[in-house]
């Protein structure tokens, strides 16, 4: 984004404050991804594992060192009393390649986020759906370079508003916006339209997966310190110089 000075991109927030802690001139100027309802943690249908507190002594699969998915996986446990050393931590390379673990026994547990869910739902048990299990959690956010934002002010404010409108079409019309993911990233139909359903219906503690692009500070807090605590983030966030309201609705500005 900052070598080809795109105005606007949707972005992991850790990597944001990563790139702020750094010296980029950079300011969320919209809240899109609110939770991280798309996971959940699956085993095979006949595993002893009914819950969190079963993980003790078991393989957790994770992705990477520093990922969203080993601060989740962090998250999880401490909710049940438990410490990282309760379990063995398993680095899979990525969520297809912890699905294939999982199927072969080289791990007990993998987290499967969505469209791979719905994908493979019927094969594996959800031991823990992370909507019901931990809090909101700021998972995208819309950013613009200060450069940009008074150069392209106009252009950001179209694309936010734009993107109002599809989260609005896709919570009123499930199974039509399915079809248009199904095509645009060639999933088979019904493999898309249970993953929107699933998300346009998913609501974490009264907070929505896709938001309209009003910034929920908590959210993103949330999970910022959850990224510290594996090593992704290291720094003091000044989270008043983070975000630039001015160009969503106004329906949006105030921030939660």
Do not use: C
Not at 8 to 26: F, H, I, T, W
Not at 41 to 54: F, G, H, L, N
Not at 84 to 109: H, N, S, Y
Not at 148 to 164: H, P, T
Request: aromatic share 6%; no cysteine.
């Amino acid at each position: 984004m900052l070598a080809g000075n795109a105005p606007y991109a949707e972005v992991n927030p850790v990597v944001v404050v990563s790139a702020v802690l750094q010296g980029a001139d950079l300011r969320i100027v919209s809240d899109n991804v609110l939770t991280v309802a798309e996971f959940v943690w699956a085993v095979k249908p006949d595993s002893p594992i009914r819950s969190v507190k079963d993980f003790k002594g078991r393989k957790l699969g994770y992705t990477n060192p520093r990922s969203t998915s080993q601060a989740l996986a962090n998250l999880l446990l401490q909710s049940a009393g438990l410490k990282p050393e309760d379990v063995e931590l398993v680095k899979t390379g990525g969520f297809g390649e912890g699905v294939a673990a999982l199927d072969q026994g080289l791990i007990d547990v993998t987290p499967i986020p969505e469209p791979l869910w719905s994908k493979f739902k019927g094969k594996y048990r959800a031991v823990v759906v992370a909507s019901e299990s931990l809090p909101p959690l700021d998972n995208v956010v819309g950013v613009s370079t200060a450069e940009n934002a008074g150069k392209r002010a106009d252009f950001i404010r179209g694309v936010l508003r734009a993107r109002q409108k599809a989260v609005r079409f896709m919570k009123a019309n499930p199974d039509e916006a399915g079809d248009i993911v199904a095509k645009a990233y060639n999933l088979e139909r019904d493999v898309a339209r249970s993953a929107v359903r699933n998300l346009t219906t998913s609501v974490t503690n009264g907070v929505p997966y896709w938001g309209e692009g009003q910034i929920h500070q908590e959210g993103l807090k949330r999970m910022i310190e959850a990224q510290k605590a594996v090593g992704a983030i290291s720094g003091e966030v000044d989270y008043a110089k983070l975000y630039d309201t001015r160009f969503l609705p106004d329906d949006q500005k105030a921030m939660k």
